[in-house]
């Protein structure tokens, strides 16, 4: 089955408040409890597959020329994303590239049935390149995302700048995130190192913000595999969630606070 757990009652609990540091007459915040704990956790689970199926778009969407024209770059890319994704229509306007995955009805492609549009624009190819991107239902079978971002490459560095918006749904939980990030590639390729910040408004209407710092995740794990996000909490609690990677399938996610800590293992059902 090609998901991954979601719901805290499918989270593998391993521990429950295993540290109590942090118990001083002058802390008045209330201790964090389990299920903010859990939470928490959901919450930045889902916001963190939303972004990662966005990152397949632009991940995809790189190759390019620097010194080329903006049309000539587009042409380059319009021509790489047909060799990559032959169940899509690709088609070019001026400078526009446009990916239809749905005119077979679903673009089977990384062992997920896509549909919807993205349309990748390339603004500038003058020493670093800038294109912004849309989607539209944009969907990998799981979740579906509207929005668009600004990516900026920067190639000597390896790295790219991505702002972004957009709305997503899975059919049950609905959200909307902002963020601003750097992110570069792993030595395994196969995922992200990313630092930067998100803000998201997700189930009840509730609005998380997320410092990341030196986080790595895989488009094929639920949570990042290494770092830390730091979390402010719509009940007014700041907390920090560590991941570490337990196995090839397994990652263990501690959520702290400043009163009490707690351990979950999330397995990938992939």
């Known amino acids: 089955m090609n998901r991954f757990t979601r719901t805290p009652a499918r989270l593998a609990?391993?521990?429950?408040?295993?540290?109590?540091?942090?118990?001083?007459?002058?802390?008045?915040?209330?201790?964090?409890?389990?299920?903010?704990a859990s939470e928490?956790?959901?919450?930045?689970?889902?916001?963190?597959?939303?972004?990662?199926?966005?990152?397949?778009?632009?991940?995809?969407?790189?190759?390019?020329?620097?010194?080329?024209?903006v049309e000539a770059a587009a042409a380059n890319l319009r021509d790489f994303v047909q060799s990559q994704v032959p169940c899509a229509e690709v088609?070019?306007?001026?400078?526009?590239?446009?990916?239809?995955?749905?005119?077979?009805?679903?673009?089977?492609?990384?062992?997920?049935?896509?549909?919807g549009r993205t349309a990748v624009t390339v603004e500038k190819v003058d020493g670093e390149i800038e294109v912004g991107h849309t989607w539209t239902a944009l969907s990998d079978g799981f979740l579906t995302v509207d929005g668009s971002a600004t990516v900026t490459w920067n190639f000597e560095q390896l790295s790219r700048h991505v702002v972004h918006e957009m709305a997503w749904t899975d059919g049950e939980v609905t959200g909307s995130s902002t963020?601003?990030?750097?992110?570069?590639?792993?030595?395994?390729?196969?995922?992200?190192?990313?630092?930067?910040?998100?803000?998201?408004?997700?189930?009840?209407?509730?609005?998380?913000?997320?410092?990341i710092d030196a986080v790595e995740i895989r488009a094929l794990d639920p949570v990042p595999q290494a770092g830390v996000y730091t979390l402010e909490h719509p009940?007014?609690?700041?907390?920090?969630?560590?991941?570490?990677?337990?196995?090839?399938?397994?990652?263990?996610?501690?959520?702290?606070?400043?009163?009490?800590?707690?351990?979950?293992?999330?397995?990938?059902?992939?």
Not at 14 to 34: D, I, K, M, Q, S
Not at 91 to 108: K, Q, S
């Open 13 to 36: 609990l391993v521990a429950l408040a295993v540290g109590t540091a942090g118990l001083t007459g002058c802390n008045r915040e209330e201790p964090l409890t389990r299920e903010e």
């Open 91 to 115: 088609t070019l306007a001026e400078r526009t590239v446009t990916i239809d995955f749905g005119v077979m009805g679903t673009c089977p492609w990384k062992g997920r049935n896509w549909s």
């Open 235 to 270: 009940a007014g609690k700041s907390l920090s969630m560590t991941f570490d990677r337990v196995d090839a399938s397994t990652i263990r996610v501690t959520v702290s606070s400043a009163r009490r800590d707690f351990e979950f293992e999330v397995k990938s059902l992939r």
């Open 40 to 69: 928490a956790l959901v919450e930045a689970q889902i916001s963190t597959e939303a972004s990662a199926l966005t990152e397949e778009m632009v991940t995809l969407t790189t190759d390019f020329t620097i010194g080329d024209a």
């Open 179 to 211: 963020g601003d990030r750097m992110q570069s590639l792993l030595e395994s390729r196969d995922g992200l190192r990313i630092d930067g910040d998100r803000t998201w408004t997700g189930r009840a209407g509730r609005t998380w913000a997320l410092d």
